[in-house]
């Protein structure tokens, strides 16, 4: 899976419970905007999301993966904590909770190792869309072809 490398930095540093969060919500709007629009111009259409509550502290999404020319599609949710920025966005794909080692219950893909040391040294300038391009896309790409050859996702 290749996707487009996020250029947006956000610059406000807000999270939920602040003032500041409409503002921090439009900067992450527009790097999300930008990113699912250079996607698609490359082909690299992988994704859709979309707030899921009027809040946007839950989100909701589409994403998928093609493997041996076949596409598979996964439900994926998140919310936003507490204590974001500085906190790391934790993605739920609850269709393969229990399927994979590199998973936490509930369906939470594993960011530990890889992701969270990155986004602790990137807060608060990395948002949504990183953790989309940064997270979800590379543990996609290595988890979903494994788990297909096991036998343990199949197209219905």
């Known amino acids: 899976m290749q996707t487009q490398t996020p250029q947006a ?6 999270g939920p419970r602040d003032p ?7 900067e992450e709007y527009s790097a999300l ?7 698609k111009s490359e082909d690299n259409d992988w994704v859709k999301l979309e707030p899921a509550n009027k809040e946007c502290t839950n989100w909701k999404g589409k994403c998928w993966v093609v493997h ?18 500085l906190a790391p966005i934790e993605i739920e794909i609850p269709s393969l909770d229990g399927l994979t080692p590199k998973m936490y219950r509930g369906g939470k893909i594993c960011i530990d ?11 608060p300038k990395f948002g949504i869309v990183h953790a989309l391009q940064l997270a979800l896309a590379p543990w996609l790409a290595a988890e979903i072809p494994v788990l297909i050859e096991e036998g343990k996702i199949k197209k219905d």
């Open 9 to 14: 930095s956000i610059t406000i540093s807000a």
């Open 20 to 26: 500041q969060w409409i503002d921090r919500l439009k």
């Open 33 to 39: 905007i930008n990113y699912i629009k250079n996607n």
């Open 68 to 85: 041996n020319l076949i596409r598979y599609e996964f439900d994926f949710q998140f919310e936003i904590p507490p204590t974001y920025p």
């Open 113 to 123: 190792i890889h992701f969270a040391p990155l986004w602790q040294k990137n807060a």
